[in-house]
């Protein structure tokens, strides 16, 4: 069967161990399976070629960028293709007067941000991996200045997606607003490849601050920690990164990295501000604020090497954390909440924990009510999900979302039921709709 | 047959001339139809059995909130019942703690803002007209503070929709960030009640700027000014409005308004900060970035009340105009595109408007690459609606959108197909899905 895709892709489908087994998983789940095959698609038309034949031989198919997703989303449930994307790696355009870049599918945000260079503009959605940016929309990927530019909606203006019937459809224009009938722009996005496939993206960009004040300030717990993002979100002011980590995510990093940083509870700040002025009125306000809520010390990096490291230190946390525990098992939650209900969650789920015994680190997108929790386990031991399961049941009483930004995937299906009621059935008809025979990376978001 | 739905709704359904009369209309399109009836609907259930008696009875259902959309929204295409949502007008909640309201859809903007008054926040969509939070939800409105704070998609966070087969759905979550599947609440966001009719609203409430700098610049001509305002945006200054009035627009505000504004084309600036000290590093950048394009004269609003006239100077523009006109028919365009294209784009408008002999003016959102062309013509002639089409052919043709605020409605529709393309009949089959007998607003954005 294969054989008739070789002839079809020549040079561009690989069945080699290393490759399936690459792309038989992503960063996180525990489980793997590798694809049929993996087609390396070049171009639109080899897009196409691969859908038509998934089609002819009912093999369903997977969009896979740079494989750092997080619950599943490329897993093959059943004999699958993988699509790999990352040879669709052009920036197509770069339009500084416009704010905008129109880019393939398999292009990085470093490798997007490293083009920028020069413009004084750049890309910012971080959600710490250097993922494709059509694997970022697809997962509606968001990460540490969420709180200030906003997640991949509002920052994809415009998508090219192939349908699995082969059909291009051209979603949303490149233009900062549009009420020209429904939004099937962000209907793609978020929709993890089982909706369509993204082959080309048209990106809103930003100004580089001008000016960036950066804190690292230490708390005397967690709940005190949490408590301060809170003061300095209600307040209103402008952070463009409002970062939690705790105790052991600091050891961690400590250790992973080689820092020496006090090993309490930490909020990561950032200010950008066109105008130092308003940068010192603004750290200064969010200082007092916190320190209201109980610091034990400031830290602010001088430099933007100071300001690098500080950031790297944040997003190698995860790894920094797995790291501490080789051999063991770890799965992280995703939760968010409405910003005023985050302080009472980060200290249910850090409760939560030592009540059921396990090992964990909380750390996340505080500004946006949005954390993690790292929970660490033996392989096999069904605790860490039912730590999940516990966390994600307090956080939908309290209006929140079972994932923030991580999506859905396989590991988060269970709890769409509750969290969308009946919304979920017209979720799947939409599916139906946009893909009848199920060949677009089935069994994720729903079975 | 109006008997049952009297008897079902005994009180809330009106047939009176004046009822009928004032629900067949909106505020700018050329023709009218009143409805068979007006529902007044006070709740959820009120809502459901209109549209069970609707399906029942096979008549179609158009949501009505204040009526001041502009395409016809709200225009009956054959017999239909007006279902009108402003006895829905309660605020049901206010946390200020987490940056949200919850509202019915009949409250209006401005009764919301009424409502905040003391808490520090604020909803920042404003579309001129004192509109209902669910008609501007339904249309996906914006208007001058869009450039800063974003229209209703951003500002919406969660919907609670009735279908047409009175199924009730919630979609979105009070939270700033969810990955938890499809997003069917911006899908519903400018659906122009075609796919439910919305009933309840979670909006995103914004911090009051403690400090606001307004200032009126006047340019030796319109295209001095539009470039002026490309200047402005490409530096990345955070302007909070940027706004353009051409020569016509201030002479009918003058007139209207009993203002002496100079008589030229003029753009009305705002920055928002919570530092004094940026703000006036701002407005003095974005002064001296217009001066290069040709200033002749600036104008600041010294005190709350200036601010305040500044901008009902902006929003009553449009009735001033047409109040310049009387007996004639006057037609807005409402074209965007990328901010680079902007001037050009108003260029060409104005030199159309000369070449078709047509009296007009330009105005509107130019931070965000949108402006009205108010075209006056003589009821019947076809000149308007020629100058339209080829406005919005040369539009598209940049890249831009036939409408950036004001909806499809019956006007726009035939700019749907060389818009989207193939992905126009992907809208029409997700109406098909949630409206299969086409109750709901026949007529709008598709036939």
């Not at 390396?40 to 080899?46: P, Q, V």
């Not at 999900?385 to 956080?395: G, I, K, M």
């Not at 396989?410 to 969290?419: G, H, N, Q, V």
Request: net charge negative; glycine share 10%.
């Amino acid at each position: 069967m294969l054989d008739s895709l070789k002839s079809l892709l020549p040079g561009k489908v690989s069945t080699t161990p290393a490759d399936l087994e690459a792309h038989g998983k992503d960063e996180s789940y525990p489980l793997q399976r590798p694809p049929l095959a993996v087609v390396y698609a070049e171009n639109l038309t080899d897009v196409q070629a691969t859908l038509a034949w998934a089609r002819e031989n009912r093999v369903p198919v997977i969009p896979f960028g740079a494989g750092t997703s997080l619950e599943g989303q490329l897993i093959p449930q059943g004999p699958a293709l993988s699509l790999d994307l990352s040879r669709m790696n052009r920036i197509l355009q770069i339009a500084p007067e416009d704010f905008l870049a129109v880019v393939e599918p398999g292009v990085t945000r470093k490798a997007l941000n490293e083009a920028l260079k020069g413009t004084g503009l750049f890309f910012p959605v971080d959600p710490g991996a250097d993922a494709s940016l059509g694997g970022m929309a697809a997962t509606n990927a968001s990460g540490t200045t969420t709180v200030r530019y906003g997640g991949m909606r509002p920052n994809v203006l415009a998508l090219q997606v192939v349908l699995a019937s082969g059909e291009v459809l051209e979603l949303g224009r490149a233009v900062r607003k549009t009420s020209a009938g429904y939004d099937l722009k962000d209907l793609f996005i978020g929709s993890e490849g089982t909706l369509g496939i993204i082959t080309r993206l048209t990106l809103r960009l930003h100004p580089l601050p001008e000016h960036v004040h950066t804190l690292r300030v230490f708390f005397k717990n967690l709940e005190a920690a949490a408590q301060a993002a809170y003061s300095v979100m209600a307040s209103g002011l402008p952070v463009a990164r409002l970062e939690l980590v705790d105790a052991r995510g600091i050891a961690a990093i400590n250790r992973y990295l080689e820092r020496s940083y006090p090993e309490r509870p930490a909020l990561f700040v950032e200010f950008h501000s066109s105008s130092r002025e308003a940068l010192q009125a603004e750290s200064r306000l969010a200082l007092e604020l916190m320190q209201g809520a109980g610091t034990l010390s400031v830290d602010a990096a001088q430099t933007q090497e100071e300001r690098t490291a500080q950031w790297e230190a944040r997003h190698q946390a995860y790894w920094a954390l797995v790291n501490l525990y080789p051999g063991k098992a770890y799965l992280s939650t995703d939760t968010a909440v409405p910003i005023s209900k985050m302080p009472a969650l980060v200290a249910y789920a850090s409760r939560l924990l030592g009540e059921m015994n396990l090992q964990g680190s909380i750390l996340g997108h505080v500004g946006d009510g949005n954390f993690h929790t790292l929970v660490v386990f033996e392989p096999g031991e069904a605790k860490a999900e039912a730590f999940s399961e516990r966390l994600v049941e307090h956080t939908l009483a309290l209006g929140g979302t079972c994932t923030g930004e991580h999506g859905v995937g396989l590991r988060k299906k269970k709890f769409l039921p509750k969290e969308h009621g009946p919304a979920l059935s017209w979720m799947r008809q939409i599916k139906g709709l946009f893909d009848p025979e199920g060949l677009l990376n089935p069994g994720k978001i729903f079975d």
